[in-house]
């Protein structure tokens, strides 16, 4: 037998390789992790997920105080400013404590971490800082990052045209903001700045926000985003950016073809998708390459066709999605260690941390009806005890369930709370769930989950409260 530094090298720190690293460790396999960052937890905790809710929260927090929300509860406060600097500390700190944790975890569970770049030099060796490292396993977990815009050319040290990274670090409030992108990140980071002062517009090539979610939750995403202050131009496209000091100009036309119009702003947010991060690697060097999309094919195991080589992630098809990656890099472990490790492709929820918060798992029902008749049941936020209460009117509870075998196919939430809700959607549709399972199950009052039960009650054509 040949003999390996490693039983499993996982070349990536993001939230599925220090994940799937983690997990190999506690099966009882000599571990490496290879990362280039000084810090553990890839983009996730360093430049996305974890950075953007502090944002999110104290704008949260600042319009509250600011809008008169407070003073509807009796809660009086003086003049009420920002202090960006304070915010971005806040920021900073939750980083840096998640960050730190996973190091503490690495040390914990004796995984070793590789400080560098990793590329192959053969399926079973990958060189990293000029030294090279054998492993019987390789897993490739190397993440995302920003898709570029052709002609506008995003400057994160200027300010002036900048991707997420370049949002998360503004120093102060913008007074214009153009958004190029109607997805979660951009929607999450305009609705940041527009909460702090900013004048936000969206721009957006399709003809509706949040590509990939249910039509009756793009629809309603667009009135509230609007009624929030927003600026909403769909169906166009930016043909082009110049800067000029501290101010950008960009070029745009309606997608469908016609006249060209400019618009100023003070900063550019381009937030147009990721793309996977497979260059550099080396795979021309093991014979593996990346299809049109530039993502890494597996089975269902997670295996690549190479003998020894494993893909999780952003790197391979599916959602670019963090929990998605920790739920491979769990399986990929177990299956490399001689285990059974399943991850349910169908039921992956997602989640636009906005007020309100907008989330789904499962189909659509564009895509459910494409695959047969459909009961759809709908219950409004705004006759939920709970949230009327909190003045939280906004939003519905969607489910859409099999006509004939009643199974709960997909579940889309809008309300204030709707990513922690949805966990409850994805559990009861993971053991098969009927809606009428949901809808006897006792929840818990008053809560904004019994708007779930509500929705499912309404799939059989009973609710109670409407």
């Known amino acids: 037998m040949a003999e390996f530094d490693y039983d499993v090298l996982v070349i990536g720190a993001g939230p599925g390789g220090y994940v799937a690293a983690i997990r190999a460790a506690q099966l009882g396999l000599k571990t490496a992790c290879v990362e280039s960052r000084a810090t ?5 905790l360093n430049v996305g ?7 999110l929260h104290g704008s949260e927090l600042f319009e509250e105080a600011h809008d008169g929300t407070l003073a509807k509860f009796g809660v009086k406060t003086g003049k009420v400013e920002i202090d960006v600097a304070a915010l971005q500390a806040e920021k900073a700190g939750a980083v840096k404590g998640l960050t730190g944790g996973i190091e503490f975890l690495f040390k914990k569970n004796k995984i070793d971490w590789l400080k560098g770049l990793g590329t192959f030099k053969d399926a079973h060796t990958v060189e990293v ?15 995302s990052s920003v898709t570029p815009l052709p002609g506008v050319d995003v400057d994160n040290d200027k300010g002036v045209i900048v991707d997420s990274t370049g949002a998360l670090a503004l120093p102060a409030v913008p007074k214009k903001m153009v958004v190029i992108g109607g997805g979660v990140i951009g929607l999450e980071l305009g609705s940041v700045w527009r909460r702090l002062g900013a004048d936000v517009t969206v721009v957006e090539f399709l003809d509706q926000l949040l590509p990939g979610m249910d039509g009756d939750v793009r629809k309603e995403a667009a009135r509230i985003f609007k009624k929030q202050g927003m600026e909403l131009k769909l169906g166009t496209k930016v043909t082009g950016a110049t800067v000029k000091g501290k101010k950008a100009t960009l070029t745009l036309e309606p997608a469908a073809g016609g006249d060209a119009e400019t618009l100023e702003a003070d900063c550019v947010l381009v937030a147009i998708g990721r793309r996977p ?3 550099g690697l080396g795979l021309e060097n093991i014979g593996l390459e990346p299809n049109q999309r530039g993502q890494i094919e597996t089975g269902h195991d997670f295996r690549t066709r190479v003998d020894g080589v494993w893909a999780i992630g952003d790197v391979i098809p599916g959602p670019m999605l963090a929990h998605k990656a920790e739920d491979e890099g769990i399986a990929v472990a177990e299956n490399i260690a001689g285990q059974i490790g399943i991850v349910n492709h169908a039921v992956i929820p997602s989640v636009v941390y906005t007020t309100p918060e907008f989330a789904g798992v499962g189909l659509t029902e564009e895509a459910a009806k494409e695959r047969g008749p459909v009961k759809v049941g709908k219950f409004p936020m705004m006759a939920n005890s709970r949230a ?12 859409i369930a099999d006509a004939e075998t009643d199974r709960v196919l997909g579940v889309w939430a809008i309300a204030s709370v709707a990513g922690t809700m949805i966990a409850q959607a994805a559990q009861a549709m993971e053991f098969g769930a009927l809606s009428e399972d949901i809808a006897y199950t006792c929840h818990a009052h008053p809560t904004h989950s019994e708007a779930i039960k509500e929705a499912a009650m309404a799939v059989r054509g009973k609710p109670i409260h409407i």
Request: hydrophobic residues 35%; positive net charge.
């Open 277 to 279: 991060n497979t260059e």
């Open 388 to 399: 009327k209460t909190n003045g939280e009117p906004e939003g519905f509870v969607k489910i």
């Open 49 to 55: 997920c974890i950075p953007s809710k502090a944002l």
């Open 129 to 143: 800082a000029g030294k090279a490292y054998t492993a019987k396993n390789v897993v490739i977990a190397t993440g």
């Open 40 to 44: 553990l937890g890839g983009t996730c």
